[in-house]
């Protein structure tokens, strides 16, 4: 058994131009040394009964052995300010904030704020012990007192609390007063203790909301006992204010400024794209968000009047916190290489290897990618490296954690040995198909951080599947270039318009406004698309304007979603626009496409028959060397056939064009073919592959502007089809027949 | 919040359809008969007797059972002793685990 994480690592950027420099960030809790190798991928799919394992070595200059060490993650959101007057001179305070916690009583102590130095013990917190009950502890000069809350907090419920300290008389005091206190959620409560008067507090010590700082680690602020929930409006007066007057503190969205012993009000509703906190009081204690909680999320006096952010931030003021979010390993670079000029675009990787304790083989992978620069095409074809859909599903633990897995798989789940690490080790950050450690929906997913799912050897879908289309230009003679989707949202229509024609994966289901426009702007323009996949531009992301790599996921109520958003909470907050489905803001894929996602099948792939409009000749090219009656696809490396895993359907209602040709479909799905949940509008029985039409694989073409054209096949399955038959089975002679057809610049005639 | 609860699988399986048994060691990828799939969709969104996973010892060609843990974060459980050469049989092996469980009673081989 070949084992794939014994080292990990990542690189930065991501994605890299010829000529620069990229660096590698490894870790080994185990090995000294690796010998490395950078490679070019060709196929990434050890699959035996595939083309295999297929890289070509760069001989590039850090080939060679080379020494790792550890590197520890240290997952976990906080907000943070830094040491400034007065904190440290504060003698009495009071603190509060409207608290909506997800986890409480998990057994673990979870820090609200604190201003607390571990190293003396001195300071205060306001915490959730691990039984679930609010907690206040001051301490300073050897001496400490606490006050407990005598009720549990309820998990998902909006409770006020407040805490304050008297300097002059010591007493300390904590209120907590459920939002809704009805029906059995009530869970005010009260608690008071005396603590030593004139406590003198830690200096240089930083505030924090949401966990407990603990120093720094290479310049990186470090904190333990962390929070998971909901902070919205917490303020710092500097008196013992009582509970009455701080909740009509923390009621107000924009305290007055002019309080001289207002320290803080913080409003989580400005910057909501940022990592920035700002403070609304007139010391301005602004501070900073670590490892990107999630904002843009419904506060306590949220009313449903409105769903999005943007439209009213006021109610928008609250951060969530978890235990578990990740946004930057923040890992030392371990080599650096500066990328030779005259390297191809294409999927690359640093090949790891050493031997294992046990003596088992190491051969563990980081995945980056060259691209083919704006302005510096080589090549008259684009494959586009679906990296949004890579960060979506990185690190993914659904078949871990989604009980409905086994059960939508149909057989019971293989786990490669990368699963198996990632069961044992969160702190690698999940995907945007997982929840947090508090049931909630991962939004976000950066690359700062190892990705076991995008490299060679890893899990076979996506990132493996499309090398397969690499696999097949290469074996084919074709020459592409590799453009990515980082550089499409960033570059537009410009970086496709280089391209005569430019092919889409198995699976470029994530898609940002900008990429969706440089698609549509490309297709108008004459350019050729070739959609080699299924559930293409399903779900609308954001990236982040200011993090390399970051993208934003939200699920909203609709589609195959493995997990579902909060109420009022379908924007985005890196950039304020709806999210969830294209579909339902309007732009179904069929729309950009012809097809789009209609069901998921995973029991068995099937193939395509031809249609009537197959042999009409404006199309005629499509099958050449394709009999009327032949069955395309019907074999594949993935269940057995080209028509599989997640599949898409023409439909003019959804925007599928007047003058698309639908020339082939597998629409005898089986009862394992299930629709996505925005196929139906009321559920009843036979809805299913076996019984639904609906449920089934198009392929198409249609004729767009200016000579440019579009050839879907709507099937996550079809890549994997192109190499078996030695490369000349039908799947291979219909995707070939169509990219030299797309080649040739001779518009389409007759439509 | 919505959630996937895997205790709503409550399809009471007949412990005399030996038939089914029959039927799914034949053909344990199916297609199967209505009253099989009913039978595996109780044991597989229930997890009913562990969540018996395999893990892919090489790619293509042998794996081995393992179980997924209880808790978030621990480790799957693996048991070196069960290696399978082929998933039909790993299937087949799981499915008498799992009907064990549901129904009291073993299946012998």
């Known amino acids: ?751 | 919040m919505l959630v996937n609860d895997p205790a709503s699988a409550h399809y009471e399986i007949d412990p005399d359809r030996v038939d089914l048994v029959a039927e799914f060691r034949r053909n344990p990828k199916g297609p199967h008969s209505d009253g099989l799939r009913k039978v595996l969709h109780r044991m597989r969104w229930s997890g009913a007797g562990g969540r018996y996973v395999l893990v892919v010892l090489d790619p293509g060609r042998r794996w081995a059972l393992g179980r997924l843990p209880e808790r978030r974060g621990a480790p799957v459980e693996l048991f070196r002793n069960q290696v399978f050469d082929d998933v039909g049989t790993a299937e087949w092996h799981v499915f008498k685990l799992r009907w064990q469980a549901l129904t009291g009673r073993t299946i012998e081989d």
């Not at chain 1, 670590?290 to 009047?305: H, K, S, Y």
């Not at chain 1, 996505?676 to 004729?703: I, K």
């Open chain 1, 1 to 751: 058994m070949v084992d794939t994480t014994a080292v990990l690592g990542y690189a930065t950027p991501l994605v890299v131009s010829p000529g620069e420099r990229v660096r590698f960030h490894l870790s080994s809790a185990s090995l000294a040394a690796v010998d490395v190798a950078v490679v070019r991928v060709r196929c990434g799919d050890p699959d035996p009964a595939g083309p295999g394992l297929k890289l070509h070595a760069m001989k590039a200059a850090i080939d060679g052995h080379h020494p790792v060490r550890h590197q520890p993650i240290r997952p976990g959101s906080f907000m943070i300010v830094g040491d400034r007057p007065p904190l440290a001179t504060l003698a009495s305070f009071a603190f509060g904030c409207f608290l909506w916690p997800t986890l409480p009583g998990n057994g673990a102590l979870q820090t609200v704020a604190a201003r607390w130095d571990a190293a003396s013990g001195a300071g205060w917190r306001l915490e959730i012990d691990g039984e679930g009950h609010l907690r206040l502890v001051v301490a300073g000069g050897g001496r400490r007192a606490e006050a407990r809350a005598p009720q549990p907090l309820l998990e998902r419920e909006w409770v006020f609390v407040a805490a304050r300290y008297d300097a002059v008389t010591g007493n300390l005091a904590l209120d907590q007063r459920s939002l809704d206190p009805q029906a059995g959620r009530d869970r005010s409560a009260g608690a008071a203790a005396v603590a030593p008067p004139a406590l003198a507090w830690p200096s240089a010590t930083p505030l924090t909301i949401g966990a407990c700082a603990v120093g720094a680690e290479r310049g990186r602020p470090l904190a333990r006992d962390h929070y998971n929930g909901k902070v919205d409006r917490p303020r710092l007066h500097a008196s013992a204010l009582d509970a009455d007057a701080m909740r009509a503190l923390c009621e107000q969205v924009e305290p007055r400024p002019g309080d001289p012993l207002l320290v803080a009000a913080w409003d989580f509703s400005v910057g909501i794209g940022t990592e920035a906190v700002h403070d609304r009081a007139a010391g301005r204690l602004d501070g900073r968000l670590v490892n990107l909680p999630a904002r843009g999320v419904t506060g306590a006096n949220w009313d449903g009047g409105v769903a999005s952010w943007t439209a009213k931030p006021a109610h928008y003021g609250a951060v969530h916190f978890h235990d578990d979010d990740l946004e930057d390993c923040g890992w030392e670079p371990d080599l650096a290489l500066d990328l030779p000029a005259d390297w191809p675009s294409g999927f690359y990787a640093l090949r790891m290897r050493a031997t294992a304790a046990d003596g088992e083989p190491v051969e563990s992978f980081l995945g980056f990618f060259v691209r083919a620069p704006l302005g510096k095409a080589s090549a008259p074809v684009a494959f586009v490296a679906s990296t949004a859909t890579f960060l979506a599903y990185a690190n993914s633990a659904l078949r871990l954690d989604q009980v409905h897995a086994e059960a939508m798989l149909e057989g019971l789940i293989q786990l490669s040995r990368d699963d198996c690490y990632i069961a044992e080790h969160r702190e690698l950050g999940l995907s945007t198909y997982d929840t947090h450690s508090d049931g909630s929906g991962w939004m976000y997913s950066t690359a700062q951080r190892p990705i076991l799912n995008m490299r060679p050897r890893g899990n076979s879908f996506n990132y493996v599947n499309d090398t397969h289309v690499l696999d097949w230009l290469e074996e084919l003679g074709f020459a592409y270039d590799v453009i990515t989707d980082d550089d499409i949202h960033r570059h537009g229509a410009a970086l496709l318009a280089q391209y005569r024609t430019v092919i889409t994966g198995s699976h470029p289901e994530y898609c940002s406004r900008a990429m969706w426009d440089a698609f549509d702007a490309y297709q108008r323009g004459g350019g050729r698309h070739m959609y080699l996949g299924g559930n293409g531009f399903y779900w609308r992301i954001a990236w982040n304007p200011a993090l390399p790599s970051a993208i934003e996921v939200r699920r909203d109520v609709t589609g195959v979603r493995t997990w579902e958003g909060e109420p009022g909470e379908g924007h985005h907050a890196f950039t304020g626009e709806p999210a969830g489905l294209w579909r339902t803001i309007g732009r179904a894929p069929q729309r950009l496409v012809g097809v789009g996602f209609d069901a998921q099948v995973f029991d068995r792939s099937s193939w395509y028959r031809r249609l009537e409009a197959s042999f009409d000749p404006r199309v005629g090219f499509i099958f050449e060397g394709v009999a009327a009656d032949e069955r395309i696809g019907d074999y594949g490396l993935r269940n057995g056939g080209a028509a599989g895993l997640e599949i898409d359907r023409a439909e003019p209602t959804l925007g599928s064009p007047p003058h698309l040709l639908r020339v082939a479909t597998a629409d005898r799905i089986g009862y394992g073919g299930l629709p996505t949940p925005e196929e139906f509008r009321t559920a009843h029985r036979g809805l299913d592959g076996e019984q639904n039409a609906n449920v089934r694989a198009d392929m198409v073409f249609f004729p767009t502007a200016a000579g440019g054209a579009v050839f879907a096949v709507g099937s996550i399955a079809w890549p994997c089809a192109l190499s078996p038959r030695g490369y000349d089975g039908n799947v291979s002679r219909i995707t070939a027949n169509v990219l030299r057809r797309f080649l040739d610049p001779t518009p389409f005639a007759g439509f």
